[in-house]
């Protein structure tokens, strides 16, 4: 059977060698297609029971040139680009892969952190993380990687997740919030994980952002879509200590740089998960899962239903 991995942003070269090995020692057959076009999926879906992407947009126009498709697997923890109901009414087992990549994010958030903190190396004396309190908007994979790592630096961490019990958050050193109001009010850094959903998306804006304490700095590895551009760009100018960094870039970067310069900070592409340790697990897992729902229908991570 056809394994088709379609990727925009290429996994490193031993996450590929890696995926063709367990795809090919499994009996079935690989397609890699790096940087390709929508045409060129379109051509690549045709003959394809499975399907590996990332954050690559799979729509219904895409499975109705699949016949043969079974199986997408986003090699990743978002879901939020694969169009579910359309995968459902097509008959296609949609899965993530959730932890595989979840370190490679959680310690970009320091890496951002740091940068902002000491005003992205420009000379001038900064400030450190030892001490301050970071929150976490979401104690999911991602979140829990990142409580672990701020313990290193010596900062208090909480966190807000309707999903997570207190005593699970207790249990890692993490003092449980139930508000977002808390969440933005008690903490001078703020990391957010939460998934863009119709729930989240334009959550982030004016008012939660005018509660942070002096020098506060929002850190996005999440989503761009659970941000309020307009509301976040108009905290910004009434506070000139407030920050913002973000691994993906908002739609109105280049206003956002114009006006704060030094305050915000865009990844050129986004990095979170761009490791080779993180391409090699979520792409192995990611073949794995494939490989055995194509077998024998195993769908423990399915998002749709
Ligand atoms: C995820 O949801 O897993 C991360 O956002 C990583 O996305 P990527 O595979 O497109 O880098």
Same mark, same amino acid.
């Not at 879901?79 to 995968?87: F, S, T, V």
């Not at 994979?141 to 207190?166: H, T, Y």
């Not at 989240?200 to 879509?225: F, H, Q």
């Given at each position: 059977?056809k394994i088709?991995v379609?990727?925009?942003?290429?996994?490193?070269?031993?996450?590929v060698?890696? /995926?063709?090995?367990?795809?090919?020692?499994?009996?079935?057959?690989?397609?890699l297609?790096?940087?390709?076009t929508?045409?060129?999926? =379109? +051509?690549?879906v045709?003959?394809?029971?499975?399907?590996?992407?990332?954050?690559?947009?799979?729509?219904?126009?895409?499975?109705?040139?699949?016949?043969?498709?079974?199986?997408?697997?986003?090699?990743?923890?978002?879901y939020?680009?694969i169009?579910?109901?359309?995968a459902t009414?097509?008959? /296609?087992?949609?899965?993530?892969?959730?932890?595989q990549?979840?370190?490679?994010?959680?310690e970009? $958030?320091f890496?951002?952190? %740091?940068m902002?903190c000491?005003?992205?190396y420009?000379?001038?004396?900064?400030?450190?993380?030892?001490?301050?309190?970071?929150?976490?908007?979401?104690?999911?994979?991602?979140?829990?990687n990142?409580?672990?790592?701020?313990?290193?630096?010596?900062? #208090?961490?909480?966190? =807000?997740?309707?999903f997570?019990?207190? %005593?699970?958050? #207790?249990?890692?050193?993490?003092?449980?919030?139930?508000?977002?109001? +808390?969440?933005?009010?008690?903490?001078?850094?703020?990391?957010l994980?939460i998934?863009?959903?119709p +729930?989240?998306?334009?959550?982030i804006?004016?008012?939660?952002?005018?509660?942070?304490?002096?020098?506060g700095?929002?850190?996005?590895t999440a989503?761009?879509?659970?941000?309020?551009?307009?509301?976040?760009?108009?905290a910004?100018e009434?506070?000139p200590? *407030?920050?913002?960094?973000s691994?993906?870039?908002?739609?109105?970067? +280049?206003?956002?740089e114009?006006?704060?310069?030094?305050?915000?900070?865009?990844?050129?592409?986004?990095?979170?998960?761009?490791?080779?340790?993180?391409?090699?697990?979520?792409? %192995?897992?990611a073949?794995e899962?494939?490989?055995a729902? *194509?077998?024998?229908?195993w769908?423990?991570?399915? $998002?749709?239903?």
């Amino acid at each position: 059977m056809k394994i088709l991995v379609f990727t925009e942003k290429p996994f490193a070269p031993a996450a590929v060698k890696a /995926i063709a090995d367990t795809v090919n020692t499994s009996g079935n057959e690989l397609e890699l297609v790096e940087g390709g076009t929508h045409a060129d999926l =379109l +051509e690549a879906v045709k003959n394809a029971e499975g399907l590996i992407v990332r954050s690559d947009k799979i729509t219904s126009e895409i499975m109705d040139a699949a016949p043969k498709l079974k199986v997408i697997v986003r090699a990743g923890a978002g879901y939020d680009n694969i169009d579910l109901d359309a995968a459902t009414k097509h008959g /296609i087992c949609v899965m993530n892969t959730p932890g595989q990549n979840s370190n490679a994010v959680a310690e970009l $958030v320091f890496g951002m952190l %740091v940068m902002m903190c000491r005003n992205q190396y420009n000379g001038k004396a900064g400030s450190e993380l030892k001490g301050k309190r970071l929150g976490l908007y979401a104690f999911g994979q991602v979140g829990r990687n990142v409580a672990r790592i701020a313990k290193g630096f010596g900062m #208090e961490v909480s966190a =807000l997740d309707k999903f997570v019990p207190d %005593v699970m958050m #207790e249990g890692e050193g993490v003092k449980p919030l139930h508000d977002a109001k +808390e969440l933005f009010s008690q903490n001078e850094f703020v990391s957010l994980h939460i998934p863009a959903t119709p +729930e989240t998306k334009g959550s982030i804006g004016y008012d939660l952002m005018m509660l942070m304490p002096k020098n506060g700095v929002l850190v996005n590895t999440a989503r761009k879509e659970v941000i309020d551009e307009a509301g976040l760009m108009k905290a910004l100018e009434e506070r000139p200590d *407030l920050r913002y960094v973000s691994d993906i870039k908002p739609d109105t970067a +280049e206003e956002f740089e114009k006006k704060f310069a030094a305050r915000v900070f865009f990844t050129p592409k986004k990095m979170g998960a761009q490791t080779a340790e993180a391409n090699f697990n979520a792409g %192995v897992a990611a073949a794995e899962q494939v490989i055995a729902y *194509l077998k024998d229908g195993w769908n423990k991570y399915q $998002v749709n239903k």
